[in-house]
C-alpha cells in the first residue's frame, strides 16, 4: 500500500519510523517546507525513534502535488493543527485514504464537515489518538470495562510538558488551539472512551503557563478529573492516571503502573511496544479490508474537540459551570 506523508517535523518523524516497519507498506512521497536529512535537529519532547528519508522516495514542498499523485493510496498528515481541515478536505477529495494526527481540526463544526466529506467520499478516515493503542490506557479500559464504569470512584488524568520550544506554531493558539486542545485532547479523548460523554464540565487555571484542572461531571455523580498543561519551558513531559473503585485501584505513573485488590498492590507488567506502529498498522488494515476503524471512530475524535472546547471555554469563563449540548 502506497503511502504520502505531509509534514515531517517532530511527529512526522515518528510516523516515518513507523510505517518503515511495517509490511506491505511503501512510503511513496513527503512533503515538507524542507526536504529532511539525516542531521534535522530532533523536536519536541518525547523521545521518538525518527526515520530518515530514503533517496528513493520522492519529496515536494507543495502538499498538493502529493495529494494529487494517482499512485498514492492513502495520506498522513503531520501538519499544525490549523491546516488539518483544508488538507484532510483535499486528500479526500481527491479519494485518498486519510489518517491525520489529532486533533481532527480547531472547531467542531469544521470536524462535522470533515466526518460528512469522509462519509460521501467512501474512504477510510481516522484521527491517530495514539492513547487508545498505549498498553497502559488499553489496560485501563479494560480495567474499567471489567468492574464497570459505574463502580469507579474517582478518576484521575494528569498530562504536563514544558511549554513548547519546537515547531513555532504550538504556541500560537490560533494555530494549535492551545494546551488544552493539542495536549489534553488526549486525556478527553479517554475519558470520553471511558466513560461517555459528560452532562457538564468545570475548569479552573492551574497556574502559568497554559493549564487546566477541569472536572468533568457524570448523570451518575461520577466526577472525573483531567489536570495538567504546558508548563515552564524546562518542565519535563510527564502522564499518568489514578482510577479507584470500592476494592481496587490502577495507578499509572513514571512508566509504571500498579494494580491494587483489597490492599494487596502488585506490577502490572507494561510491554515494550510502538503505539505509533501499532496506529498506523491497524488504519493500514482498516483501508485494506475497507472497514471504519472502530478504535477510533471519528465521531469520538470530533467529540474530543468539543469537549476540549467546552473545558477551554470554562476556563475563559473563570470556572463557570458549562452544559455539553448535544
Not at 515531517?8 to 510505517?19: C, N, Q, R, S
Not at 510502538?274 to 471519528?298: G, Q
Not at 473545558?311 to 458549562?322: F, M, T, V, Y
Amino acid at each position: 500500500m502506497k503511502f504520502g506523508l505531509i509534514g515531517y517535523g517532530f511527529m512526522g518523524a515518528a510516523h516515518l519510523a513507523a510505517m518503515q516497519r511495517i509490511h506491505g507498506v511503501e512510503v511513496k512521497a513527503v512533503s515538507s517546507r524542507r526536504r529532511p536529512s539525516a542531521d534535522s535537529p530532533r523536536r519536541g519532547n518525547l523521545d521518538l525513534a525518527a526515520g530518515t528519508l530514503p533517496e528513493t522516495v520522492s519529496w515536494s514542498p507543495d502538499w498538493h502535488a502529493l495529494v494529487a499523485d494517482p499512485e498514492i493510496q492513502a495520506v498522513d498528515i503531520c501538519l499544525p493543527t490549523n491546516m488539518h481541515f483544508e488538507v484532510i478536505m483535499a486528500a479526500l477529495s481527491a479519494g485518498k485514504h486519510v489518517l491525520c494526527e489529532k486533533p481532527m481540526a480547531l472547531t467542531f463544526s469544521e470536524c462535522e464537515q470533515l466526518m460528512d466529506a469522509a462519509e460521501k467520499s467512501d474512504r477510510i478516515f481516522m484521527i491517530g489518538q495514539v492513547l487508545r493503542f498505549m498498553y497502559p490506557y488499553r489496560y485501563a479500559a479494560q480495567f474499567i470495562s471489567e468492574t464497570g464504569s459505574q463502580a469507579v470512584t474517582r478518576c484521575i488524568l494528569r498530562r504536563s510538558t514544558g511549554y513548547p520550544q519546537w515547531g513555532g506554531w504550538l504556541s500560537q493558539e490560533k494555530l494549535s488551539g492551545g494546551a488544552i486542545l493539542d495536549l489534553l485532547s488526549h486525556d478527553v479523548d479517554q475519558a470520553l472512551h471511558f466513560f461517555g460523554q459528560p452532562k457538564s464540565v468545570s475548569t479552573a487555571s492551574m497556574g502559568p503557563v497554559d493549564t487546566l484542572k477541569g472536572i468533568l461531571h457524570y448523570e451518575s455523580g461520577l466526577n472525573v478529573a483531567i489536570e495538567g498543561g504546558w508548563l515552564a519551558p524546562d518542565a519535563e513531559f510527564s502522564a499518568s492516571f489514578e482510577i479507584n473503585t470500592p476494592d481496587q485501584q490502577l495507578v499509572y505513573r513514571d512508566n509504571r503502573m500498579t494494580k491494587t485488590v483489597s490492599g494487596v498492590e502488585t506490577v502490572v507488567e507494561i510491554p515494550e511496544q510502538d503505539p505509533y506502529l501499532e496506529e498506523i498498522a491497524y488504519f493500514t488494515e482498516c483501508c485494506r479490508n475497507n472497514a471504519p476503524p472502530s478504535e477510533c471512530l471519528p465521531l469520538e475524535s470530533a467529540q474530543a474537540v468539543k469537549l476540549s472546547l467546552l473545558l477551554k471555554r470554562s476556563r475563559e469563563a473563570g470556572g463557570q459551570e458549562q452544559a455539553w449540548q448535544n
